[in-house]
């Protein structure tokens, strides 16, 4: 693909020599991880900003996160992520997938991470295919002899690392106990100030480690629960389930529809999804949490029916494990409501970074550590415990890695159908490989997954309760 007209027109101003890199595309199926191959191969990329005034454009590395406290402080402006129409409109008019990577553009005010001049040799975003545009450092320099070089980016790197630390209750401690910025000072404990297991989820809990449990046992504590039943029963209702007949009864729904194991776990996530309020705030163009809870949790559910019955993961703990894979979101947002805005802030203007780095960045833990920590208070299932905290580290090790994989996988699907918001995940075919699923079977799940969409969307919205 030729280079942009108004990118070509600029270079040419400045009499710089380039040439055009392409960079091999990742895929998984059909699915383009376009955001993965320019930080794979080091490139820079530029990210429009506004303030009520004006916009201007802003460039890092690929591999870096860009801090709009750190650009507040230099600049002593409140910049967000620009409108989403704008920046569709901008592109669509130049034949863009993305802004390119060059200051000055369209006559925006210019901000230069000085990381972005450590690099010897410079490949440019300019926005088509998967090219990159080749220059060298020198001129680049004179492209931004008109721009302002400041620190305000954080290097991925760095962050990955702490984020990965085994221990997370140290690190959550850690955290909390060099708050003191963000004024929090007491004990997690203390500070968190987060309900007990709830009653009926309790319950259930007991219901697990009964061998003798059946069916009647595991209706009736649902059914004291009128909100709970009712949920339980409008699921089990959808058309996702393609019931045959109403649905009169909790015990109904367990015999003939969802199955024990299933009404069990998707009662326990219910029931603790309703501890804590759901979030006031979000990301822009964030899919609501309990799309997020239900898509995944759905797709988990398709991936384990498709693995070799020899080789699946259980059924049930999976599933949880879906369902509950965002829980952190909900605490983050009813504990930390000024970070969370902050948080929600950041995701807006780096769409290439994944989302727990962000947290790590602005909390110094990530919401994934914090919902795992709480599972473990709450005596959850170790398995369900592993595979929150893990769920973005596909090679991590342990007793129960396959259900972090697994959580890691669906996420990574569902993302590269735009589901989610976030940077494209690529799934190395060795993580299918440890967890037996062929690619066609999983892509197959997948399909039928986004074929009952509505019914999906349907779900969500009587769990969120609109």
């Keep these: 693909m030729s280079v942009p007209d108004s990118v070509k027109q600029l270079l040419e101003s400045h009499d710089v020599v380039y040439n055009m890199v392409d960079q091999p595309s990742a895929r998984y199926d059909q699915w383009s991880l376009r955001e993965q191959n320019l930080r794979r191969c080091g490139a820079i990329k530029s990210i429009i900003l506004q303030d009520g005034s004006s916009k201007v454009l802003v460039i890092i590395t690929t591999n870096s996160l860009l801090d709009l406290k750190a650009l507040q402080q230099h600049s002593g402006r409140d910049f967000c992520a620009v409108n989403e129409k704008e920046l569709t409109v901008f592109c669509d008019k130049h034949q863009l997938l993305s802004v390119p990577a060059l200051p000055n553009l369209a006559g925006m005010k210019t901000y230069v991470d000085s990381a972005v001049l450590e690099q010897e040799t410079i490949l440019l975003d300019v926005g088509v295919s998967n090219e990159v545009l ?9 492209l931004i002899d008109a ?12 962050l990955a690392a702490a984020s990965e630390q085994a221990d997370a209750e140290e690190q959550i401690f850690s955290a909390v106990k060099n708050f003191t910025s963000l004024r929090i000072k007491q004990r997690l404990e203390e500070t968190l100030e987060l309900p007990p297991l709830p009653e009926t ?7 697990r480690a009964n061998p003798d449990a059946d069916i009647s046992d595991l209706a009736n504590v649902v059914e004291m629960d009128p909100s709970l039943a009712a949920q339980v029963v409008s699921w089990a209702s959808s058309p996702y389930y393609s019931a045959q007949g109403g649905i009169k009864s909790i015990h109904d729904a367990i015999v003939r529809i969802l199955g024990f194991d299933m009404v069990m776990n998707l009662s326990l996530g219910l029931a603790l999804g ?7 705030d979000s990301p822009k163009d964030a899919a609501p949490y309990w799309q997020q809870a239900v898509y995944t949790a759905a797709l988990v559910e398709g991936l384990v029916t498709v693995q070799p019955r020899d080789n699946r993961l259980s059924f049930g703990l999976a599933y949880l494990s879906g369902l509950l ?5 909900l605490i983050m947002a009813e504990v930390f409501p000024p970070h969370y805005a902050s948080i929600c802030r950041h995701i807006e203007v780096n769409s290439h970074v994944p989302q727990h780095l962000i947290d790590q960045h602005i909390l110094g833990v990530s919401r994934e550590q914090i919902s795992s920590w709480l599972m473990k208070v709450w ?16 090679y991590c090790k342990g007793e129960h890695e396959n259900y972090a994989k697994l959580l890691f996988v669906a996420q990574a699907m569902l993302q590269s159908r735009g589901i989610g918001r976030g940077t494209a995940l690529e799934i190395d075919s060795s993580i299918l490989k440890e967890l037996n699923l062929n690619p066609q079977m999983a892509s197959n799940a997948l399909d039928n997954l986004l074929a009952s969409e509505e019914q999906l969307m349907g779900i969500a919205s009587v769990l969120s309760g609109s």
């Design 134 to 142: 080749k220059i060298s450092a020198n001129d680049f320099s004179q």
């Design 147 to 158: 721009a302002e070089i400041i620190d305000i980016a954080v290097c991925l790197d760095q």
């Design 201 to 207: 989820a309790q319950k259930i809990m007991q219901l």
């Design 274 to 280: 309703k501890t804590m309020n759901l979030p006031t």
């Design 325 to 329: 894979h965002n829980f952190g979101t």
């Design 379 to 394: 005596n959850m299932p170790e398995e369900v415990v592993f595979s929150l905290r893990h769920q973005n580290h596909p």
